[in-house]
């Protein structure tokens, strides 16, 4: 089956940027989502379509997705953004979602 | 505003069968999958399965095929997820999920992102 391989933990000053990265076979054919959980919280969708951003969601969000990984990018990090952070793919040979591993990040 | 409501935490015995609700509002329930993910305790999400109330398809990740059912009920808004012959291995918060993109028709699940949530459902397996 697909995997989605995510670091484990990032850790981040405020003000700093953060790049979490999503690795899988042949991930720049797939289109991929991120989504940003916060604790007790249901998942909030951050970037779609490799770097769309949803209304609501703050410019410092930025995706791409350049072929041997997808990254999320978080500019100018604040204290609101430690969360754990997930990609998404549709996977067409098994007809399923799958998420990445999951990323915990941390501001010092 | 659109919102998905879900139904209470739910105790259930190995072997049992649980039903979790999502309830909608806010926009046109007939034109957007849902789907359902669940979260074990302290993992990742997991993608279970989706459908799209025009038509009533339904695609199920392989692991739950013949264990999980998604159905919908188009004059309440409101959809429904059972999983059968549960195992403590199911204890999980359960969520509904809309489709960001729209169905105009003949759609499938995928490739679109999740773009509005429930709150989630915990659902304890334990004897």
């Known amino acids: 089956s697909y995997e989605l391989t995510q670091p484990p933990s990032v850790s981040v000053a405020p003000g700093q940027t953060a790049k979490i990265t999503c690795g899988g076979k042949n991930i720049g054919g797939k289109v991929v989502h991120w989504y940003q959980q916060k604790p007790g919280q249901a998942p909030l969708l951050v970037v779609y379509d490799d770097s769309d951003r949803p209304s609501g969601i703050p410019e410092r969000f930025s995706g791409s997705n350049s072929g041997k990984a997808a990254a999320l990018t978080i500019t100018r990090v604040e204290a609101g953004d430690e969360a754990d952070y997930f990609c998404?793919?549709?996977?067409?040979?098994?007809?399923?979602?799958?998420f990445g591993t999951g990323t915990k990040v941390t501001v010092l | 505003q659109i919102q998905l409501v879900q139904s209470g935490p739910e105790n259930k015995k190995p072997g049992a069968s649980v039903t979790v609700s999502c309830k909608t509002s806010?926009?046109?329930?007939?034109?957007?999958?849902i789907n359902w993910v669940r979260q074990a305790p302290g993992q990742g999400l997991e993608w279970l399965g989706w459908?799209?109330?025009?038509?009533?398809?339904?695609d199920y990740a392989q692991n739950f095929q013949g264990r999980l059912s998604v159905t919908t009920d188009t004059s309440t808004k409101t959809a429904y997820m059972e999983l059968t012959s549960l195992t403590s291995d199911d204890t999980a918060v359960y969520y509904c999920?809309?489709?960001?993109?729209?169905?105009?028709?003949?759609?499938?699940?995928?490739?679109?992102?999740?773009?509005?949530w429930g709150q989630g459902t915990l659902v304890t397996v334990s004897s």
């Open positions: 998404q793919v549709w996977d067409r040979s098994s007809d399923q979602y799958v």
């Open positions: 806010g926009y046109s329930f007939l034109n957007h999958g």
């Open positions: 459908t799209i109330p025009n038509s009533r398809s339904t």
């Open positions: 999920a809309r489709d960001e993109g729209v169905c105009g028709g003949d759609c499938s699940a995928g490739p679109t992102a999740f773009d509005y």
